[in-house]
Each structure stands twice: as structure tokens, then as C-alpha cells.
């Protein structure tokens, strides 16, 4: 099977421009998760999903960021404007049932200039 | 200006000899952990996990431990190799499938 799928691996963008991260998760995993990984912060929860709809998304840093998730099989996490700052690798990770593992796609690499 | 980031703990073993990463928790209520490792370029990849009502499991050359007095999570590799190399986190789950990880410990392996 194949495990979840994240486009796109690289992005290199100028600050102002509108960046879409996008996730297929497992099939038949029911939560969505999107999480950010720096070097200030390791890895945070920005927003998860269960059954399409968003559960928590405390973890979204300001209104600029915002994510869906039109379809069991399909998220997208949108940056609008982005900044500097926001350069981080984004990872998106599907999960079954509670208290079982989350599985995380390789991460979008994103660099703002 | 220098950026100023996480400091990893770092664990440098010799190839053959056993690894042990601990992490600290810090929620009583969580009933759920989990081991990931983390290698260059990639996603946390699953481990091994464990629940609060075990205080060991073992997996293949990996064993996880539970002290939930002291609030304490280890990881053990049997015969570490250097494939073992990465950053190693551990996770907990504070009953809903909202999981909080730890900062990371980089396992090095000299050979």
C-alpha cells in the first residue's frame, strides 16, 4: 500500500505569494494531520482532520495559514501571504482509529525568500 | 546572526552495543506512546508504541519501557547498527488523537 503522499517535496517562493502544500492520506485512515517542523520549535500540530472535518486547529499560527479537506482522500494546507518565517518542512500524517500510530508522508520542504 | 535552534541530545553508541533513549512525559493522563524515528529527508517513521496499561513491550530488536510513576518513556535497540542512525521521538496521546512529541533524540552509531 502505499503510504501517505505529499506535493510538493520542494518549494521555493518569494515572500507575498500564495503557497498549497497538498496530502493523500492512507486509504481508509479516517484523521488528517497536518504538522510544521523547525529548528526553534521540532515538530508542532498545526490542524487535524477526522472524517473530513476539522477536530483542532489551535495549532494554526495565524489567519494567513488555513486548510481543508474536500474529500476522504485529498487536504491541502494554504499559506496566503507567505513570509520568511513560515519556511519550514510541513508534514502531513493519517491515522486510524484513536490509539493507534499516525503514518507521515516525507514532508514538503518549504523556503520562503 | 547565528540562528539559534533546539539542542538535540545526542547519543553516540558503537555498532553492536545496545541503545537506550529516554524520554521524560508530561501528562498523567495520557494513555497512549509512541516511538518514531526520524531519518534525513524523511517523515517520522512508526516504531513501536505502548499503552498505559503495559509497562513493557517488545518488538523486533526494540523494546519499549513505561514508568508511569515517574512519568518516564525508554527505548531500547538490541545490536545497534548503523541504519540506526536518525533522530528518535517519542510521543504521547492524551486520550483523543491529538499527539504531542518530544524534541528528539539523535542516535549516532559509530562503526
Known amino acids: 500500500d502505499a503510504g501517505v503522499i505529499q506535493s510538493p517535496r520542494h518549494e521555493v517562493t518569494e515572500m507575498g505569494q500564495e503557497v498549497t502544500l497538498r496530502c493523500k492520506p492512507i486509504?481508509?485512515?479516517?484523521?488528517l494531520f497536518w504538522y510544521r517542523q523547525t529548528m526553534m520549535r521540532g515538530l508542532e500540530l498545526l490542524i487535524y482532520?477526522?472524517?473530513?472535518?476539522?477536530?483542532?486547529d489551535s495549532g494554526m499560527p495565524e489567519d494567513r495559514f488555513s486548510a481543508k479537506m474536500p474529500n476522504a482522500s485529498f487536504s491541502t494546507l494554504k499559506i496566503q501571504p507567505s513570509e520568511p518565517r513560515d519556511s519550514a518542512v510541513y508534514f502531513c500524517?493519517?491515522?486510524?482509529?484513536?490509539?493507534?500510530?499516525?503514518?507521515f508522508g516525507d514532508g514538503t520542504r518549504l523556503s520562503i525568500l | 546572526g547565528e540562528s539559534v535552534g533546539l539542542h538535540l541530545p545526542t547519543l553516540s553508541v558503537q555498532e553492536g552495543d545496545n541503545s537506550i533513549i529516554n524520554c521524560a512525559y508530561s501528562?498523567?493522563?495520557?494513555?497512549?506512546f509512541i516511538w518514531y524515528k526520524q531519518e534525513s529527508g524523511k517523515g517520522p517513521q512508526f516504531i513501536i508504541d505502548?499503552?498505559?496499561?503495559?509497562d513493557k513491550r517488545q518488538g523486533q530488536r526494540v523494546t519499549v519501557l513505561l514508568n508511569k510513576t515517574v512519568k518516564h518513556l525508554s527505548l531500547q535497540i538490541a545490536a545497534t547498527q548503523p541504519g540506526d542512525s536518525a533522530v528518535y521521538f517519542c510521543a504521547e496521546n492524551m486520550g483523543n488523537q491529538k499527539v504531542t512529541f518530544g524534541i528528539g533524540t539523535k542516535l549516532q552509531v559509530i562503526p
Open positions: 482532520f477526522n472524517n473530513n472535518v476539522p477536530i483542532d
Open positions: 505502548i499503552r498505559s496499561n503495559m
Open positions: 486509504s481508509g485512515h479516517d484523521y
Open positions: 500524517a493519517s491515522g486510524g482509529r484513536k490509539n493507534q500510530p499516525q503514518h
Open positions: 501528562n498523567s493522563a495520557s494513555d497512549y
